[in-house]
Structures are given as C-alpha cells and as structure tokens.
C-alpha cells in the first residue's frame, strides 16, 4: 500500500532516510578505559582522554572493532578491510576535545541490506553505512537559571551510526525498519537497543515529492528522536508540513528541526546562516584500522541465528503461521521464551498462548517479556495440562489469571482448585441427565427443530460442572440424548 | 658561578657516583644560577623547593645503594609543554591560565624515573608556535650569547627558554619539543646541542600538542653524549600513544665510538638555498672537510623537493593545531572570560586566551581544511610531504647520514623579522623537512657568525638511525672543538 | 588578496576567535601573503600520489575492552572555572 499524502493540487509521496546512533555495547570507551554503565554519578565514568585534558590521545579499544564488524555482517553489508578515523571539528561545550573522532571518508562497514516484512509483502531497505564514532557528553539545561551544565559521563562511548539509504516510503516502514534494526543490534549483542536510555537515537532526513516522480527533494533532518513512535509522528507531521510549504508556494530550506512529542510537531533547531562546517581530516593521533579477511571470518563464525533465519526456521520446525513467526522473532527475548515454551509441545498452541494471552497481559501491565509474571517453563506446564486434557481450554484461561496473580505453578492450582477436567463418562452422563430432566420445555423446542439450542445444553452442563467437562463428550453426548 | 654549572651530564653524573658533591650540592648551585639568571626570563616557573626535595630523595637512594636510573640527582630543566603533576602548566599561553595538571606526561615521568631533578618549566614561544620565543604570554627569552652592540638576540623557537637554561649554564641539560625545528633552531642559535629522535620514539603523551603528526620530544644539552644520556631517559614505547613505537630502545650513549670510517654523508644541493649567507656556506663546507678527514666519504645527494617543505609544512601543521586547540575554550580549565552566552564565551576566551600568533595559524588552519579547500591544500601537502618522505629514503638507500646547516642565519634581534611571517617562517627551512619524514636529526654547535654568535651544524638520518647521529655528531663535535662561552657568563664584564 | 574580509569573518566565526572589526583587513591581508606563499605548492605535479595518512608504519595499536580508568571526578574538575557540585558549567545554551 502505499502512503500518500493528498494534496491540493496532486498526491505527495515521502522519501525517507534513517540515521540511526546504536550505543556499542562494551564495558570500556572506545578511546579511553572508563566505564560506560548507564546512570553513574556525573562525571565519575571521565577519563583524563574524556575530558579533553592537553596532552590526552586516544587509544582503541579492540572490541569496538569487533561489534562493529559482527553488526556490519548482522546487516549483510560489506566490511572495509581498511577504515580511517577522521575529526569532525565543531564546537560544543559537551564535546570537550571541540572535536569528535568518526569515521567519514572510509567508514568500518559499507552497502547493506535490512529487509522489512510489511503487510503487503517483504521491502528491501538499503544501507549506506556504519561507522564507529565517539559520543559526546550531556549537556543540562534546567537546574540553573543562568548556567548549563556539563557531565562528561557519556563522551567518549562507543557509538554505530548506521545510515540507510533514502528508501523509506512511509511513517510505517520508518518504524518497522527501526525496529528491525533494533532486533538485529539486540541480537547479535552489539547494542541494547534501549532508546529511552539513549543507547538508541534516531535521526530522520524527510523529504516529499509529487507521487510518481523520482526527484530527491530539499530535505529536513529531524535530530535526536528517541521512540519508534515518535519517529513515525515526526515524519509524518514533517511531511505533511513540507506538503502545505509547497502547495502554498513555499520551498523546503535543507535544515535541522527537532520533533517537540508533546505538541507534536518539529520545529527548525538552527538558522541556516551558522551551517556547519566540519573540517574533517584523518586524525594524526590515531593509525587507520587494518582488518585481516581472518579476524572478520572469525567473527562471521560466531554470529547468532538472526531474525530473518530464525522466522524461516519456526515456519518449518514449528509450523506456526508466517505472522506469528514474524511476531515471535520480532525480538529476541521472544523467540527465547517461545521456543522454551514450544520445545516438545504442541508449538501451534504454545504460539498461541504467547501471542494471544502472555502478550495481552504484558501490554496490560506494560511490562516487557523479560519481565514476564510467568516464566516459560510453567507457561510451558499450562500447554501440557491443555494437550493432555487435563484441563479445557476454557479452563486454562482462569489458570492462567491465576498464575499471572499468584506466580503459581499450573498444576498446583489445577490441584488446589480442583479444575481437572472431567473426562468420565458416567459423569458427564449424569450430569447431562439432569440437564435434560430438569428443562423439558427447552428439550422440546430442540426437538422441534429449534437446533441451536445445542449450545444452550453445553452451557447448562459446563455449569453444573463448574466447566471442568470435557467440552468434546459433552457435546457428543447431548446431541445423542437431544435425539433421544 | 661555580665549577659544577659547567659540568656536563656526563661529569656530572660521575661526581654523583664517586661521590665528589650530592645531588643537593649540584642541585643547589644550579637553583642559585636560575635565581641569578632570571634577566634571561628562561623559566615560566621555578620549582626550586621542589629540586631540593627531589635532590634529597636522590641522594637517599644513593646512599642505600639504589640509583634510580641514567640520570640520578641531575638538575634539568622541562619546556612548559610537558604536563607536570601539580605543577604550573602553561605552554607559554595565556589561555592555560593558571593550569595544574593532575597527570605527569610520560616524558616528563620517564625523567622522574631516571633519577633528574626538576629546577622548573622553561619559556617558550606559544603552544610552540615560533621561531623566536617572542610569542610567549610571559615575555621573550634572552638569548645568554650577545655582542656589544646593545641589542639583546632571541634564543630562537620555540624550545627558547630551554636553549637559553642550557647555554647560560642554569641546567644541565633541558627537555624540549620539535614540530619543525623548535629543537634544533633555538639550540643552534645558543650553541648547544639538540636531538629530535624519531617520529614515535618518545612519548606524546601528556605533552600539549601543537601538530600531532609532529610533534616530537628531545633533550638538549651542552654535549654530544649529554644528548645521548638524556634521550635514553625520555624515550620508550607507551601504550598511551597510538603512535609511540614498539622499536627497542638501544643504548645510545654506546654508539658514541668515535669511529665514522666509511660512513657516506649526504650532501643536498637543494640545500644551497637562494641567499645563504657565505658564512653558513662556509662553516659547511668545513663540515664536510671534517668529516671526510675523519674517514667519511661525503657525497652529493638530491632532495628535489626540499624548496616546498615550508609551505607543505605551513599547512599541515597549523591544520593539525587549529584542531588540537578547538579544546582550549574555557570550559574544563585555564582561562575563562565570562559572557552572556556561549559562543561569546568561546570567542572572547579564544580571543584573548591566544597570542596574535597562535590565532593567525589555528585561523590558517581551519581555512586549509574548510569545505571546498581542504583537496587544494590540506590533501596537496600530505601529497607533498608524501614525495619528501621519498626523497629522503631514495637518498638513505645512497648514504648513511645528511649533513646541512641547521639554520641560514644566526639569532637575530629581538623584534626582528616580526612584521612578516613568512620571513620568519625561513628559520626552519633546514629542519621542517625532516620533522615532515618523521626523521631523527640533531643540531651541533659548530662556528660563529662574522658577528660572533653560534652556528649550528645539522645531521639527519633514516628512521630509528638515532646511533649513527650519536656517532657521527660526536666525532663532529670534538672536530670542531667549539668551546666559546655565551657573553653572559662573563656578565660582569658586560 | 586570496582571501578577503568576508572570509575571515567567516573563519574566525568557525575558530570561534573573536577578532575586532579593525583588525579584520590587515589579518586579510596577512593570511592571503601566507596562502599565496602556500600556493607555489601548486608547481608539483601530484596526480599520481597517495597522500600521507600517517607517520607511524605499524599497525594500531589496540586496548582490551577493561574498564581501567576514570572514577575520579574530582580530578578531572579540578580546573574547571566556575564548576558547580560535580558538573563543569556554561553560560546557558538555549536549544
Ligand atoms: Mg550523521
Ligand atoms: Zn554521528
């Protein structure tokens, strides 16, 4: 489908690019040997080499490299066997060296590829690149009314900004492409993908154009975004903004604007007149990266089953429906939990309490599946009370309440409670007896042709059973004795 | 002053261990030189209580049989350049107002290490931009050579301060820095010896840097062997520095042999630059003479590319330190000049934090890399400079070692030259071509100027070659036999 | 003049120097003496050569991934003008 903006005179179509920042996960910076953990107290995570102090140099850590490179092959881009460091020179009080070591002319990772699966059909989305980069510090502006202040924490951890290519078309495949890439990262380990941390930051270059032409506009660039909501908002805010600058005569100036989430709209950040200029130049402290094809095949060894792959594999080792699998690799965490779930059980079922009563609760109470009230294994127990017939369907969902409120294994509850299903049929049969018995006017109707009322004697018995019958038999036997 | 301000390191460090003084003795007397010294304005600060207490300490480790190293109860001096631990860092700038480090750099630290006694931080041109040290925030350095006409001459630059220490007899030896001569020329112009090892070989670590790519530390001294002595206590790999070289260290005072026979001495004509004065001409001729009478054999080499290492030189560098100094802005340390808002902040500390040098080249240099000339000049030089690398080691593959002045003209008088900075750019037309090869090179004094001032003789060689300049240095030295003192030793008889 | 008022204005906007308006044209006039200086550079024909990257000849050196410095806030604010409790602070930047 695709996304139009309607305008006055014509349709517009939305051209979008991600730059996305991915906070490397390490437990050292990338020049420096402090520490990286989030939520430290300001300014205790600061080398000398952090603070920009005279003198300081910058030395590499190894294992930066490393996940950059295992990222680079996460998104089947080419990895650049030479790459260079560069300063981008720029002044900012939170950027203590005034200048920031990246990559520019020989990025770490070139062209790559993130697919998307949209509801109609599959999209292929470029990328440009990833480089590795410094990240600067934390600039605070409301505890003073004069004055901002600085901690030093964050400058120097190692980030990824991964660029794509201008492929995006819609808010929709802005958000999904994000979330994809935030599966990857999660997955291969390289970054936690935590945007409200900022281990994750979102850029969006957003440009418009009449439908059906295949022009590159002026565009946008909206900075610092840090949902997957919010990112789909600002695009679309800003490409309908770009939309009415043009029908109203106006032309898009190439700047960049920050999406205000409560108001809901960008707004422009600089002025034109103090663009940038950056003055790159390979930075003489430090030597270009030199990669052996051994180092990098070393690491392509040892890279994880990846979203895509493993969406194929369920398919075909649990035959679960391609939209389940979608949702159940979306994120790494819940290909785990599923898999411990469906390992030796019926998988189609075990998807479905997943999908359909974990998530539902998670969304709930808003928690993520890492936190669930329910551990897999007993979510697990539950699937095996159903396939067993130990208990109903039916059943199993009050079971399962209970075990979201108490914690408690299935089965002791199914044991407490007295739910196991009844599976006698002497039972059922006297129970489906007295239903008869004690509603013949209903028996009658039934006999005289009014036949869907089969379900109302279901209903009658499951009641006096407190609905542990088997559902199956009893519905067998009431037709059997309805016909009399 | 007294006799133990003319001994060289090496004397020096052999009364230490026979025991003829201590190091308080020596280091005493040297603290009585600087106080008397302090006309040549060759300190920003003095660490005289300091120099006592670490004297002190090295006569201790003496006395329990336990020298630290090479260079046991010396008393030197250290460019303020080099990050000192509690002490005053300045690097001759206003804008590093009142700077303490809390770090030693590792040069400096290799120094500690070895046993040397710091007397104080010596003067400099600015963030070692000058040929002149007239561009200090704390006024120039008087060179301690002058002739009677009442004009006082500059050290040279930008290692001045250190130059002056060393050949007024205040310090024994002085640790400097080189990024295009700043050894080199300022030892030349006080007739004492200086070394600029090789790129990587001494640490940068904790040194403020001018042009990462080279800046490079070195002693100077008052002999050929004091070089020797001193750089093998400042130099070693460092795992700080990306570039620092993992190349062993070997001993460099055992290179000093005397012997030269058969050695090939380049000679570049490119060298014989348009208006060399017949006396630098002459004194390298003499050079030449010498050591062919020595059992070298000199020969005529070609560096094509010598006349443009000044202006390749004039873009690298000032480029590298307009983004070195982009973190002197008043946020973290040194001077700030309080404003409305931020960028009158930066500008105003920037402003009048930097000298009218210091901001001609970082401004210089943020042109050469700005949108749009950054390939016409900042990617020509590196281009540049990769064709002087290969002049160099087409002519290392022919000799052994190249000799040439060190500078075309002897020091100058201060407030000379000042008015056009390019004229003053020529002081380094010998020495910036090895800094932009990353080469080891060394400076000996070897004549007098027709007015009476020093003249340097200049040897550089292939990289890592530190042991053949030793060599070949010191049998030039001893040929030349130069024993002329500054005019102001005899100062009374000024 | 290779490089006229206009751009040092600019220039020293980027350097973020504050340089007073009277000094403008004779640091015109200066930096355009250095850069036509620079400009013989522009003899050699360096079509074919590869520009120089870096002075060292070996391969970067790498640190292992251990946290080993840091933790000492004090130190690295120790010259800080004006600090305020653990921060460095700066005239307020308004976003
Ligand atoms: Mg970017
Ligand atoms: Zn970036």
Redesign the interface.
């Known amino acids: 489908m695709t996304y139009l903006i309607q305008g006055r005179t014509n349709d517009w179509e939305v051209v979008i690019g991600l730059e996305v920042h991915a906070q490397i996960i ?3 910076k990338l020049f ?4 990286t953990s989030f939520g430290a ?11 920009g ?1 005279p003198g300081m140099l910058p ?7 490393q996940q950059a490179v295992r990222t680079g092959l996460g998104l089947d881009a080419k990895i650049n066997l030479h790459s ?1 460091f560069e300063r981008k020179n720029y ?1 900012y ?1 939170d950027l203590p060296q005034g200048y920031q070591i990246s990559q520019y002319l020989h990025p770490i990772v070139g062209e790559g590829m993130v697919r998307l699966d949209m509801p109609d059909g599959t999209r292929e989305i470029g990328v440009e690149r990833l480089h590795m980069e410094q990240d600067a510090g934390k ?3 409301d ?10 924490n964050r400058s120097g951890v190692a980030l990824m900004e991964i660029v794509s290519k201008p492929d995006l078309r819609s808010p929709e495949e802005a958000g999904a492409y994000l979330r994809k890439l935030r599966a990857i990262v999660q997955y291969l380990g390289t970054c936690d993908g935590n945007m409200e941390q900022g281990s994750l930051r979102c850029d969006a270059n957003v440009s418009v154009r009449p439908s059906g032409s295949d022009e590159l506009r002026t565009r946008a660039e909206i900075k610092n975004i840090n949902s997957v909501r919010f990112v789909m908002q600002a695009i679309e805010y800003e490409a309908e903004r770009q939309v009415d600058v043009y029908e109203t005569g106006g032309s898009v100036v190439q700047e960049t604007r ?1 999406y205000d989430p409560d108001r809901g709209e960008t707004r422009s ?1 600089r002025s034109k007149e ?1 663009a940038h ?1 950056y ?1 790159y130049f ?1 930075d ?1 402290d ?5 990669l052996t094809p051994d180092f990098v095949e070393e690491i392509k060894k040892n890279l994880p089953e990846l979203p895509d792959a493993k969406k194929v594999r369920f398919i075909s080792e649990y035959g679960v429906t391609e939209s389940d699998a979608g949702i159940l690799v979306a994120e790494q965490e819940t290909a785990k939990y599923f898999e411990e779930v469906a390992l030796g059980r019926d998988a189609k079922l075990a998807a479905n309490w997943v999908i359909h009563e974990l998530f539902g609760v998670l969304n709930k109470v808003g928690k993520g599946i890492s936190d669930s009230p329910i551990v897999a294994d007993k979510l697990g127990n539950l699937v095996d009370l159903i396939s067993n017939n130990v208990i109903s369907s039916r059943i199993a969902k009050d079971v399962f309440e209970e075990m979201v409120a108490k914690g408690k294994d299935p089965g002791v509850i199914v044991e407490e409670k007295g739910l196991k299903q009844i599976t006698d049929a002497g039972e059922i049969e006297i129970a489906v007896n007295n239903v008869i018995a004690d509603n013949a006017d209903q028996v009658k109707k039934f006999r005289e042709g009014n036949q869907k009322l089969v379900g109302w004697f279901v209903g009658q018995v499951m009641k006096k059973t407190q609905g542990k019958a088997n559902p199956q038999m009893v519905n067998e036997l009431l037709l059997e004795k309805l016909k009399g | 002053m007294s006799e133990l301000t003319e001994l060289t390191i090496a004397e020096a460090r052999d009364g230490l261990v026979n025991r003829k003084f201590s190091s308080v003795e020596l280091t005493d007397v040297h603290i009585r030189a600087v106080e008397a010294a302090r006309d040549l304005n060759a300190f920003v600060t003095e660490t005289l209580d300091l120099a006592i207490e670490r004297a002190k300490a090295s006569d201790d480790r003496r006395a329990k049989g336990k020298p630290a190293g090479g260079m046991d109860g010396i008393p030197i001096a250290v460019k303020d350049l080099f990050c000192t631990e509690g002490v005053l860092t300045t690097a001759s700038s206003h804008i590093l107002d ?3 480090p ?1 770090y030693e750099s590792t040069v400096s630290q290799n120094l500690r290490d070895a046993g040397s006694v710091m007397l104080g931080k010596t003067n400099m041109d600015e963030f070692a931009m000058g040929s002149a040290n007239v561009t200090s925030f704390y006024g120039a350095v008087k060179n301690p050579w002058y002739v009677n006409d009442g004009k006082d001459r500059v050290p040279g630059g930008s290692s001045g301060g250190s130059a002056a220490a060393v050949a007024a007899n205040i310090s024994l030896g002085a640790a400097g820095s080189d990024t295009g001569g700043s050894i080199r020329q300022p030892a030349s112009f006080c007739g004492v010896v200086g070394m600029k090892p090789t ?2 070989r001494c640490s940068r670590w904790g040194m403020v840097a001018f042009a990462s ?1 080279l800046d490079q530390a070195g002693p100077l001294t008052r002999t050929v062997r004091d070089a020797a002595i001193m750089l093998q206590a400042m130099a070693g790999h460092d ?1 700080k520095d ?5 190349e062993p260290v070997p001993n460099f005072e055992a290179s000093i042999t005397g012997e030269i026979k058969g050695l090939k001495i380049g000679i570049p004509s490119e060298y014989r630059i348009d208006g060399m004065s017949s006396e630098i001409e002459g004194l390298w001729s003499q050079g030449v003479e010498m050591l062919k009478d020595a059992g070298a054999e000199p020969l005529e080499v070609s560096l094509p ?1 010598t ?2 290492a000044l ?2 030189y ?2 690298v560098a000032p480029a590298e330190a ?1 983004s070195n100094l982009a973190r002197y ?8 000049v ?11 500390t ?3 934090g ?1 000298g009218q040098e210091v ?2 080249r ?3 240099g ?2 050469v890399l ?1 949108a749009g000339y950054y390939d016409a ?1 900042y ?9 002087i ?1 290969k002049d160099f080691s087409d002519a290392f593959k022919k000799v052994d070692a190249i000799l040439t002045p060190t500078t075309p003209f002897a020091a100058f008088a201060i407030g000379e030259k000042m008015d ?3 004229q003053m750019y020529i002081n380094d037309v010998f020495t910036v071509p090895s800094s932009l090869a ?1 080469l080891p090179a060394i400076t000996v004094p070897a004549g007098l100027s027709n007015e009476g001032l020093p003249l340097g003789l200049h040897l550089i060689t292939k990289p890592f070659g530190e042991e053949t300049l030793f060599c070949v240095a010191d049998v030039l030295e001893n040929l030349v036999s130069f024993h002329t003192k500054p005019a102001y030793l005899s100062k009374d008889a000024r | 003049m290779a ?1 006229d008022e206009a ?2 204005r600019k ?9 007073p308006e009277n000094e403008v044209p004779t ?1 015109a006039e ?2 355009s ?3 036509e ?8 024909d ?1 079509e074919n ?8 000849e ?16 004090d ?8 600090p ?12």
């Open positions: 390490s437990d050292a420096s040997g402090a520490a107290e300001p300014n205790s995570q600061v080398s000398l080499v952090d603070a102090m030395v590499i850590n190894e294992f930066c490299i260079v002044f009080p600039s605070i502006h505890q003073d009314p004069n004055r901002t202040f600085i901690d030093l920050l950040m103090d200029d003055r390979p003489p430090l030597l270009p990266i030199d | 009142g700077f303490i809390p790129y990587g790519s795992s990306s570039t620092s070289s993992t590319h006349k443009y202006p390749t004039y873009i307009s802005d008043g946020v973290r340390y040194g001077l700030r309080d404003a409305e808002t931020l960028d009158e902040m930066y500008e105003t920037r402003g009048e930097f901001r001609r970082i401004m210089m943020a042109y700005s000049y990617v020509k030089a590196q281009k540049l400079r990769t064709l690398l056009d900075p390019v990353g | 490089l751009t040092v220039i020293a906007k980027l350097a973020r120097i504050k340089v640091l200066e930096l003496k250095i850069i200086w620079i400009e013989q550079l522009n003899e050699v360096t050569v590869t520009p120089m990257t870096s002075m060292a070996m391969v970067m050196p790498k640190r292992a991934d251990k946290v080993t410095d840091g933790n000492y806030p130190r690295v604010l120790s010259n800080a003008p004006n305020e409790g653990p921060f460095y602070t700066v005239p307020k930047v308004i976003e």
